[in-house]
């Protein structure tokens, strides 16, 4: 059984992310970090306690994290992709009876930083932290706890591109741009450090053919999926990466990478000493020395070269793993 953290920026593809990991019977859902991102961290963590709700979850936590980035200047929200309300605009969704059990009284008292830290310490080398969102709150915990790397199983990040065009500039992913500064200080490490960015997302796109089976086929929890994305899909069918293929489809990111937790061997890795570019032009760009010369600078020299990126993956497995999850095995 897999223990996950889960840190989050709620956001339509991070309830997908949530609503996989949850019913997945081989991940126990420890808790949800929030995190600033999409919308703000208050959104971000009231649309948490939301989805939890609606999802049928009631023992999973929630810790609230950094409302900015570390360095940075905070940029603008991704409203235009996810919704004001950073779920499609059915925040909250009235045809949804919540139960009893709310998971609102799982909000807790420790930051998410504080909340990651203690569960590692509690839990060595047994949680997996999947980061879906900017990395603030990771390179935070990294900063009050230097040896998280050692105490956490894995850490699965879903950001950054290598090869294939960014998605906020030429370069750059959302979850990078975002928070350099932030993953650049966690790729020092050797964690292992799995990044599952766009070179593997672009490819797994879902079609609204597949979302109407979660819709017709998975509950409550398909159904909100499918409501949710009415407005991820437009977006992503007029000006987002799906704008040219003639399909409505779009990108479910922040599942991808709970499928590696699960569908590891659907996946494969390139490693090397990674850096990402802190500001400037290139601001947000993942850079793998995938090369193995001898470097003229001390930029890369130094760095973990355990830590990598994903480039390849098996799409079809990826999205079969995901809806029949949902499908067979969710609470709601
Ligand atoms: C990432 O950015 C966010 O908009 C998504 O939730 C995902 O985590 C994709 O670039
Ligand atoms: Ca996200």
Redesign the pocket.
């Known amino acids: 059984m897999h223990k996950v953290i889960l840190d989050?920026?709620?956001?339509?593809?991070?309830a997908m992310?949530i609503a996989y990991a949850l019913a997945h019977p081989e991940i126990e859902l420890l808790a949800l970090t929030t995190v600033f991102?999409?919308v703000s961290v208050d959104k971000s963590t009231r649309n948490a306690q939301y989805i939890l709700d609606v999802f049928g979850a009631s023992t999973v936590d929630i810790a609230k994290g950094a409302g900015v980035p570390l360095v940075q200047t905070p940029l603008s929200y991704?409203e235009f992709?996810?919704g004001g309300d950073g779920l499609g605009d059915c925040y909250p969704d009235t045809s949804v009876v919540l139960s009893a059990t709310a998971s609102h009284a799982q909000l807790q008292d420790l930051s998410a930083a504080d909340y990651i830290v203690e569960k590692a310490r509690l839990y060595p080398g047994q949680i997996s932290l999947i980061a879906?969102?900017p990395l603030t709150n990771i390179a935070q915990a990294l900063e009050k706890e230097p040896d998280l790397p050692k105490l956490v199983k894995q850490l699965i990040v879903?950001?950054g591109t290598v090869d294939e065009p960014g998605?906020?500039t030429p370069l750059a992913?959302?979850?990078?741009f975002?928070d350099p500064h932030a993953v650049d200080r966690l790729l020092v490490h050797d964690w292992p450090m799995v990044i599952i960015g766009?070179d593997v997302?672009h490819k797994v796109m879902i079609t609204d053919s597949l979302l109407a089976k979660l819709r017709d086929g998975g509950g409550v929890t398909g159904d909100f999926l499918w409501r949710t994305s009415r407005f991820y899909i437009d977006f992503y069918s007029s000006s987002g990466a799906a704008k040219d293929t003639g399909v409505r489809q779009c990108?479910m990111?922040?599942a991808a990478?709970v499928a590696y937790l699960v569908e590891p061997d659907a996946f494969s890795l390139e490693t090397g000493a990674s850096r990402v570019i802190e500001s400037g032009i290139a601001a947000g760009q993942l850079a793998i020395d995938r090369r193995g010369y001898r470097n003229a600078t001390d930029h890369w020299n130094g760095r973990a070269t355990t830590n990598g990126a994903c480039m390849e993956v098996d799409a079809e497995r990826v999205l079969q793993s995901f809806l029949s999850t949902i499908i067979d095995h969710r609470l709601n």
Do not use: C, K, S
Request: charged share 15%; hydrophobic share 40%.
């Open positions: 989050t920026d709620p956001g339509i593809d991070d992310a991102g999409n991704a992709v996810h879906v969102g879903m950001g998605n906020v992913e959302a979850n990078f975002n766009l997302t990108a990111h922040d990478a």
